[in-house]
């Protein structure tokens, strides 16, 4: 068999009846949202969530979370069906970048107030015209670069709207903050029994297709995670 060392902080005991496809998706991607959401953000119920890139990992996770959580949530993707899956998950909007103007929608569907929190795992070209969209005293949630360029915000942008830029480090919390991680991971393991969020399994592969896994990965076809198995 194939084996790896993983650090003992960032596991936890599988509890009973999770399925090891779900278990396998669900740590890093429920972790960084919860931790982004619910830590760095504060986020409360009935505020509004832009979700960047909502048809990824990190992205369905967050949409689950922030409705658990009681928040309004507009989910943004890059093609309609992944705007459906999105709806489906629980969003109340959807935007799909690709074909609507994103800062014009937001300013329709907020009432020109923006959102309070904003989630992004993306970069690239559409963070700017999201955190020129952010409400007062708005989160701009640091998440990743998945897009691969990453941005430069100018900061007068937080000056105006009283916001804050806010980074995501999920991997760090949890060896540093090692008590807060378990007590975390222990809500989310809860909220998984009791159907409040769950991975979205794109596919799963065998290990010896790793290579058209990768294709399919960089095609940005994947909805959700992909996950390899023996």
């Not at 972790?31 to 909502?54: C, F, N, P, Q, W």
């Not at 809860?190 to 969020?197: A, E, M, P, R, S």
């Not at 799963?204 to 095609?219: E, Q, V």
Request: proline residues 6%; positive net charge.
């Amino acid at each position: 068999g194939m084996h790896t060392l993983a650090p003992a902080k960032l596991c936890m005991p599988l509890p009973a009846g999770f399925p090891a496809v779900d278990a396998a998706a669900f740590i890093m991607i429920y972790a960084t949202s919860h931790h982004a959401l619910m830590d760095r953000a504060g986020l409360k119920a009935g505020e509004t969530v832009l979700i960047l890139g909502a048809a990824g990992g990190v992205g369905t996770a967050a949409i689950q979370i922030a409705k658990a959580a009681g928040a309004r949530v507009i989910a943004a993707a890059s093609t309609d069906e992944k705007c459906a899956l999105c709806k489906s998950l629980g969003a109340d909007e959807i935007i799909n970048y690709t074909t609507q103007n994103m800062r014009e929608v937001l300013k329709t569907l907020t009432g020109g107030k923006g959102p309070d929190v904003i989630y992004d795992p993306v970069g690239g070209d559409f963070a700017e015209p999201a955190f020129r969209s952010i409400a007062w005293r708005g989160r701009y949630l640091v998440v990743g670069f998945a897009a691969g360029p990453i941005p430069a915000l100018p900061f007068n942008l937080a000056l105006l709207k009283g916001a804050s830029i806010v980074g995501v480090f999920w991997g760090d919390f949890a060896r540093r903050e090692p008590q807060a991680n378990a007590a975390m991971m222990a809500e989310l393991a809860t909220w998984y029994g009791q159907g409040k969020v769950k991975p979205v399994i794109d596919r799963t592969m065998p290990m010896s297709d790793l290579k058209a896994a990768y294709a399919h990965m960089g095609s940005r076809g994947v909805m959700g995670k992909l996950v390899m198995v023996n």
